[in-house]
């Protein structure tokens, strides 16, 4: 498979993995490919935590694809909106995670948040290296935001009723409060902020 695009990748990372929660990470590791291959990185520092604030400060990086842990609903929906391909709940080292882009390999359940399954999201490998605004993207009718057929504004970060909030670090559950997103509850066990079981 020949790359032959360029294309600006951000993933929020912590000790060396993926963030749990991209909404309140506080560091990004931004790297460039060109055809395939990687040309340059750097760290950046976020420090905007609403979702409006930080959809504009990463706006700033230029990023065709955010790779992240956990995301809410209004955060994903305002970032696909500006172009950004969002390939959430994801975990894992994060060179592996980059190694697993590159090669097409984020499908795989090594790489999947505890808590997610059956939230996967399916791409083909030959897109993964597209440029914002190519075509359709990715994630075209599958939760790219407003526009997806079966998008995340009722998954698992929304205020809905019912169900549960689990911890994508440790497993821990919890009830879910209603109005209440599981991304602002911590875990009771590590104090992680939760997902939407």
Do not use: Y
């Not at 990687?38 to 409006?52: F, G, K």
């Not at 696909?80 to 390939?87: D, E, L, N, Y």
């Not at 097409?104 to 399916?122: I, K, N, T, V, Y």
Request: aromatic residues 6%; contains cysteine; hydrophobic residues 35%.
């Amino acid at each position: 498979m020949h790359f032959q695009m360029t294309m600006r990748i951000a993933i929020p990372q912590w000790q060396g993995r993926v963030a749990p929660v991209f909404d309140v990470a506080g560091t990004l590791l931004v790297v460039d490919f060109e055809g395939g291959r990687e040309v340059r990185r750097e760290e950046m520092r976020l420090t905007q935590t609403d979702a409006p604030g930080r959809a504009a400060e990463f706006s700033h990086l230029n990023a065709d694809v955010l790779i992240c842990g956990a995301i809410s609903a209004p955060l994903e929906a305002r970032l696909s909106t500006t172009g950004v391909t969002v390939i959430g709940f994801v975990c894992g080292a994060v060179e592996d995670i980059l190694s697993g882009f590159v090669k097409g390999e984020l499908s795989s359940p090594a790489f999947l948040m505890p808590g997610c399954r059956g939230r996967r999201r399916q791409w083909r490998p030959e897109r993964s290296m597209m440029p914002r605004g190519f075509g359709m993207g990715f994630g075209a009718g599958r939760g790219r935001g407003a526009g997806g057929g079966r998008g995340r504004m009722g998954g698992p970060l929304a205020a809905g009723p019912g169900g549960e909030c689990v911890c994508p670090k440790c497993g821990e559950k919890a009830p879910h409060t209603v109005g209440k997103p599981c991304v602002q509850v911590p875990c009771p066990k590590c104090g992680t902020p939760m997902t939407r079981a």
